[in-house]
């Protein structure tokens, strides 16, 4: 006696479409993510805010007693603001691209690697995740422009917010390239300690770079907050009514070999460092099982 199979019908397997609309797709995702986290955590947010509020107000309101950042009579707050901003992007955005780190402890970064889309658009997701995060969050610190000396020009306003997308864009592509090096969760805290508190005192956020010793004035200039720090501050003091010898003292131009570096070319510096971080990560996270 013979039995009769009827073959079960099969069904379709839909595979989403490849190339760059799936691309974008997925980086817009990763972003999405990024962004509801950071609103979610209203911890991350408090947090934020309270090292810049402390730099600017405590630390600078102290000092400004008793350091004379130039001829002029400029309060120190006004010449401590746009190094203030620099940080706190800084930080927020080094630990935006570091989440990676928490991403793969989890679990959820596997999940996203086995995805059929370029692993550069999930890392171009967290980059643009975390640069929106930093800078909503430094947009609270411009917001206090005003009580640091600081005039609520418009332009300067707009100026400084494209420095700090910039500066954010970059430095968030820097933590990536950590968290590509860090193996696990406990090595995130003492690894972020040892790089970017060095970045944050060499940039010239905190004092004038201005008379420094050759060998401190050397590692300014490799520094990649040094881009977003100088370019801020120019912004600044050329729209304030500076002689030109406190112009000199405060703004201090930025110089390799002696040569003058233009404003344009700080933020083509600050753009390629960000972008060779960039790929390396992509490259490092390639590489992942």
Known sequence: MTTTVTPLPVADVHRPPSGLAADLRA???????????????????AAGLVQPLLWLFVLGSGLSRVVNVGPGNVDFRTFLFPGVLATSVMFTAVFAGVSVVWDREFGFLRE????????SSIM?????????????????????????GVPYSPVLMLELLGVLFLASLSITAFGLLLGARVANIQSVMPVIQT???????????????????????????????????NP??????THLDLTPAAAKVLDHQLTWGGWPVPFALQ??????LGLVAFAIAVRRFSKTD
């Open 27 to 45: 980086a817009r995702i990763v972003c999405h993510r990024e962004l509801l986290r950071w609103l979610k955590d209203r911890r991350r947010l």
């Open 112 to 119: 996203m690697l086995v995805a059929p889309i370029r692993r």
């Open 124 to 148: 171009a997701g967290k980059c643009l995740g975390g640069a929106i995060v930093a800078t909503s969050q430094a947009v609270v610190i411009l917001a206090l422009a005003g009580l640091c």
């Open 195 to 229: 790089v970017i508190t060095p970045m944050m005192f060499l940039s010239g956020a905190l004092y004038p770079t201005a008379g420094l010793p050759t060998w401190l004035a050397l590692a300014t200039k490799v520094n990649p907050v040094t881009y977003a720090v």
């Open 232 to 237: 801020m501050r120019h912004v600044l003091f």
């Open 267 to 272: 933020l083509v510096m600050l753009a390629a």
